[in-house]
């Protein structure tokens, strides 16, 4: 891995001919697209990224042609092919759901008229509904549930820039979106139309005072849309922001946990 990075960078830093650089480029586009390399990582409890694969994907767009691609009645025209062979890796699409080459699915996961974009990873048994998307680089823990019209948020640049992470055992609620890098941690329950941005106020407020999060959903909580105050020139205006309204509870298993979780706090998903 680590010649196939020196390669990548030296075609970046552009020391490679055009052949010399695609060719380290498709190479770590294939790696991603096998679920040899990831583009972020947990190490020790932290993610990492590795930039390096972020260089590839972008040096596979620039220099990969453009091609036909006939699907049956479809046709598309693009410079990356779909992902094939997703029988024998007990991946389920169901059409006209949509993964790209260079995004790796664990057995178990199923696609339903969704997308996922080059350089994501999805974990095992993992449901991407229908009209979800899973943006480039994001990565997706195992067991999670994005439902339906969820827009997870791809980030390709700048290339040292974190991905969207949603980890193990999280449930995303229809039409909920998360982006620019925010890390939803595990089993964590984001009710519908939440939208999480890296500016967005996180607010824990299940206690006296109340606590502020930013690009970062604690573990097993439960987060709904909310509004706080803001005082303008123009008078006083609700602007979005999210609330932290309670946990899943440690006393039930994951699936148990988030019904008991929607009836509690009244969810809707």
Known sequence: MEGLEQQVRSAWAGELSKEE?????????????????????????????????????????????????????????????????????????????????????????????????????VGENTMVDTWATVGSCAQIGRG???????????????????????????????????????????????AANVVLTSSTPIIDVTQDTEVVHKGRVPARSVVVPGTRTRDYPAGSYGVACALIIGQRKASTDRKTSLNDVLREFSLSV
């Open 144 to 190: 999670v549930h994005l439902s339906g019209g969820v827009g997870i948020g791809g980030v390709l640049e700048p290339p040292s820039a974190q991905p969207v992470i949603i980890e193990d055992g999280a449930f995303i609620g229809s039409r909920a979106i998360v982006v620019e890098g925010v890390v939803v941690e595990e089993e964590a329950v984001i």
């Open 21 to 121: 650089s695609f060719a380290a480029a498709a190479a770590a586009v294939d790696g991603l697209d096998c679920g040899k390399f990831r583009v972020a990582e947990p190490v020790d409890g932290q993610w990492v990224v590795h930039e390096w694969l972020k260089l590839a994907i972008l040096l596979y767009f620039r220099h990969a042609p453009m091609e036909a691609i006939e699907l049956g009645p479809f046709q598309y025209h693009d410079k990356v092919p779909l992902k094939t062979n997703l029988e024998q890796q007990g991946v389920r699409v169901v059409p006209p759901g949509t993964v790209r080459y260079g995004a790796f699915l664990e057995r178990g996961c199923v696609v339903m008229p969704g997308y996922v974009n080059i350089g994501a990873w």
